[in-house]
């Protein structure tokens, strides 16, 4: 690894998912970049995708890792989350301040569309609806933004969302790869204007952005890091890179805590459930985990909700 591009907790194999923060004029500019390619190859394997359903969860699910990198504490959680009219229907993305992330969309049998040959036509798969992002940061409250989304490309979306309810002037470029139905490069970067900016310092950045900057995927099929596609992106010789982490989809759903889920349920749903004697499966929505409860274990919930 090249050490001018390297940032302390990076895996020292930048082909690694990783996402890695640095700043950039005079400060004034924060730049963050994610290759998240092996964590949308493992949410396609999970959740059985088509291409076009698989290009628009992983644009998701990288720029829901993007903007969770704000998250400070262990136990701080983000939830965003998009509803449309789109035969996606929609799609969940859980994150925590790890860097691990675990989605799922509403329908993944999808028919896939093109711009263009090559293309897909993510917009079409998602239509008009709404981007809502809840961040549970230890306050009394979550707190919850949400958007219409302007072109369900996802990118556009959250670059809306940061600019309209966070008033961050922001810019997301995301970007999924899929050759033969498979994830071949996944990432994204963003890049937020910080306070004491100057309105030269803005104007930089989206002269950069709108120049022909090249799509995410391409420079990542050009052997490009997160961190190298930053230094190109700024153009800054004294760009300074903070730090990163590694980044995955990994799902902590277990068997205890969907017996919690189930202890939700009324006490009347409880005793249907006893009465009927059989085994009852759930399944995890995220990673799509399954796990058997007998008569028993519904028994047990019975007696802990009466005490």
Do not use: W
């Amino acid at each position: 690894m090249d050490e001018r591009y390297y940032a302390s907790g990076m895996p020292t194999d930048e082909r690694e998912d990783h996402l890695v923060r640095a700043i950039a004029l005079k400060g004034h500019v924060k730049c963050v970049a994610i290759n998240t390619t092996a964590s949308v190859e493992k949410a396609r394997l999970i959740h059985n995708t088509t291409n076009s359903a698989t290009a628009a969860l992983g644009r998701f699910i990288t720029g829901s890792l993007l903007i969770a990198e704000s998250l400070k504490n262990d136990s701080d959680t983000q939830t965003t989350i998009i509803r449309c009219d789109g035969p996606l229907k929609g799609m969940t993305c859980v994150c925590d301040s790890h860097g691990n992330a675990r989605a799922y969309p509403m329908e993944s049998q999808i028919e896939t569309t093109y711009h263009r040959p090559g293309k897909i036509n993510v917009g079409e798969a998602v239509g008009k609806g709404s981007l809502t992002v809840i961040r549970d940061v230890g306050l009394k409250e979550p707190y919850s933004g949400s958007v219409e989304l302007i072109s369900g490309e996802i990118a556009e979306d959250f670059t809306y969302y940061l600019a309209s309810s966070e008033q961050t002037p922001s810019i997301v470029a995301l970007g999924v790869l899929i050759n033969e139905g498979k994830v071949v490069h996944a990432g994204g970067m963003m890049i937020q204007m910080m306070p004491g900016f100057t309105e030269e310092d803005l104007a930089y950045v989206e002269k950069r952005a709108n120049g022909g900057f090249p799509d995410i995927t391409f420079l990542m099929e050009e052997g490009f890091s997160p961190a190298k596609i930053l230094d190109l992106f700024m153009g800054d010789p004294d760009i300074e890179y903070l730090n990163g982490y590694p980044v995955g989809f990994n799902c902590p759903c277990s068997k205890e805590r969907m017996l919690g889920g189930l202890a939700t349920l009324g006490r009347s749903e409880l005793y249907l459930m006893i009465k009927e004697g059989k085994d009852i499966e759930t399944v995890c929505h995220f990673c799509g985990s399954k796990y058997a409860f007998t008569a028993s274990d519904m028994k047990a919930i019975l007696d802990e909700k009466l005490g």
